[in-house]
Nanobody
Framework: QVQLVESGGGLVQPGGSLRLSCAAS????????MSWYRQAPGKERELVAS????????NYADSVKGRFTISRDNAKNTVYLQMNSLNSEDTAVYYC??????????WGKGTLVTVSS
């Protein structure tokens, strides 16, 4: 059974940091490109960052470049999102996504990040 379980969300003050984790199981993690998406209240889900299966090439939304870092540990079947210099516009539910060669992607249930003083 495929599972993507996000963790690490919570309440953080503006300027603070959080590290999200996504633990994967039930599929061959190293074959899959992994991504983080987010959905803020009243907005559409958007791609935040992605990392390829081979070479670990990363890609970021312009809004998070220089602040967020995506990484993966294939030995632990886990993808991470290090988020620094958080601001209120980063408040959202963050979702983990696994994609393999255009097949139907897998999604986690999300973890809530709230940036507020």
């Amino acid at each position: 059974q495929v599972q993507l379980v996000e963790s690490g969300g919570g309440l953080v003050q503006p300027g603070g940091s959080l590290r999200l984790s996504c633990a994967a199981s039930g599929f061959t993690f190293r074959w899959y490109s992994m991504s983080w998406y987010r959905q803020a209240p009243g907005k559409e889900r958007e791609l935040v960052a992605s990392i390829t299966s081979v070479g670990g090439v990363t890609n970021y939304a312009d809004s998070v470049k220089g602040r967020f870092t995506i990484s993966r540990d294939n030995a632990k079947n886990t993808v991470y999102l290090q988020m620094n210099s958080l601001n209120s516009e980063d408040t959202a539910v963050y979702y983990c996504n696994a994609n393999y060669r255009g097949s139907l992607p897998y999604w986690g249930k999300g973890t809530l990040v709230t940036v507020s003083s």
